[in-house]
């Protein structure tokens, strides 16, 4: 461990838990302003970086009565995280320091439930019905490194012949599980280097996201809204399933965010996706598309405490008072997207969110809102696709069973009005 490469993990530490920004948004800055950084380097910063950030509630417990400072949360994190032994270090560390080094590997953790599972107190209230085993298990799931996923686009190129394609070009990988466009990579390898990916053959994407995508049920031909696109993954997993026919709209109030898109979707090769800025939920182009669309997506603002496995950050960054306000705005998302639905359609409401009071609970108001739409149990519509997975009323995965970030859905069908069935 070379005293510059130390010197650079303390300071994108003390960056990031200043939580101001986005951890990634700040590690890509710090690499931009020192370009001599040399990709090996990097990646061990970035690994030592994030491990702490998911380990950082009990790194701070261990280094207590101290100050957890940058310099003691990077030793501790590359010590008792990393697993380097005192000789590794070199001549990066203070002789005083080595003696804190070997003191602190021997320590035992605090018996506190929100300690051991390395979530706040106030996200453990929020997670009804599970117990401290549950809880603990959900914890250390969320403390491992989430694997590299890649959904083929199915436009382009069956799954079989990717994972030949990739395994050619020496990438070990295998098909995930559940998603049937799905591969998971083994390690981290430059994916976006890969000709599969120019070429638009294939995109990373989490399995739990490609499943999201798989329940609205695609079909050639239909009109689909993606209402929060982002940066499109979902819709062009949707322009696939759709054969690139049919019209396809990508709906989100961010110009960048539908900036992002461009390139990947000239990629993918598909031709029916229209993106569109929307000046906020009641923009007057959904009016115009009121009770046109078969399948309305709504991936909707969230607390994103699902992906803590690539954004430990988040449990630092969010609190009841910011999930109080996105329940207000999913609420009035979800009450302007469902008049999208024509007649006998379908809404899919989908988080990266663990939390009941982003998920279950919007779900349960707005159908009493709204009595013509009716919930369709998720077992029915995975096993409609031939996906292996029974899981119950709604698609709820969590990394600890399903090895996917944590992601919630409900499949919501519009009723046909009787006088037209008769």
């Known amino acids: 461990m070379h005293p510059t490469l130390l010197s650079h993990i303390e300071t994108v530490l003390g960056l990031m838990i200043r939580f101001d920004k986005p951890a990634d948004v700040v590690l890509s800055a710090y690499f931009r302003q020192n370009e001599q950084i040399g990709s090996s380097d990097r990646h061990v910063i970035a690994e030592t970086a994030f491990a702490c950030l998911r380990h950082l509630g009990q790194l701070t417990a261990l280094i207590a009565p101290q100050k957890a400072t940058p310099r003691k949360l990077t030793l501790a994190t590359l010590s008792r995280v990393r697993g380097l032994n005192l000789k590794e270090f070199g001549p990066s560390v203070k002789e005083e320091e080595k003696t804190w080094i070997s003191e602190l590997k021997g320590k035992a953790l605090p018996d506190d439930l929100a300690i051991q599972a390395e979530l706040p107190a106030w996200v453990i209230e929020r997670l009804q019905g599970k117990s401290a085993d549950d809880i603990q298990a959900l914890g250390r799931a969320l403390m491992q490194s989430a694997p590299l996923d890649l959904r083929v686009n199915t436009f382009k190129m069956k799954r079989d012949e990717a994972l030949r394609e990739l395994a050619r070009s020496g990438i070990e990988c295998a098909p995930t599980p559940y998603s049937p466009i799905g591969i998971r990579v083994k390690g981290k390898p430059s994916i976006n280097k890969h000709e599969l990916f120019k070429s638009g053959a294939i995109e990373v994407q989490d ?8 329940l609205c049920g695609a079909r050639r031909g239909e009109m689909i809204v993606d209402f929060c696109a982002g940066a499109g993954g979902k819709t062009l997993l949707l322009g696939a399933q759709m054969a690139s026919t049919g019209r396809l709209y990508a709906f989100d109030v961010s110009e960048k965010r539908l900036t992002n898109l461009k390139p990947r979707l000239a990629r993918s090769g598909l031709s029916n996706v229209h993106p569109q800025v929307l000046a906020h939920e009641n923009d007057a182009r959904i009016k115009r598309l009121a009770g046109k669309a078969d399948r309305v997506l709504v991936d909707a603002p969230c607390s994103g405490l699902g992906t803590l496995r690539r954004n430990p950050d988040l449990k630092f960054r ?18 302007s997207a ?3 639905v024509k007649k006998g359609g379908r809404l899919v409401y989908a988080t990266c969110s663990l939390l009941p009071q982003e998920n279950q609970d919007i779900v349960t108001a707005f159908l ?8 369709l149990s998720a077992d029915t519509v995975l096993q409609d696709q031939k996906i292996p997975l029974q899981i119950g009323e709604y698609l709820e995965l969590q990394p600890q069973l399903h090895n996917t970030d944590g992601f919630f859905a409900a499949v919501l069908t519009r009723q046909v009005d009787e006088a037209v069935v008769n």
Not at 368 to 375: A, C, G, N
């Open 207 to 214: 399995e739990g996201s490609q499943l999201l995508g798989l």
């Open 318 to 335: 969010q609190s009841p008072e910011s999930i109080a306000e996105l329940n207000v705005k999913q609420t009035a998302i979800l009450d």
């Open 368 to 375: 009493e809102r709204h009595p013509d739409f009716s919930l």
């Open 338 to 340: 469902c008049r999208l």
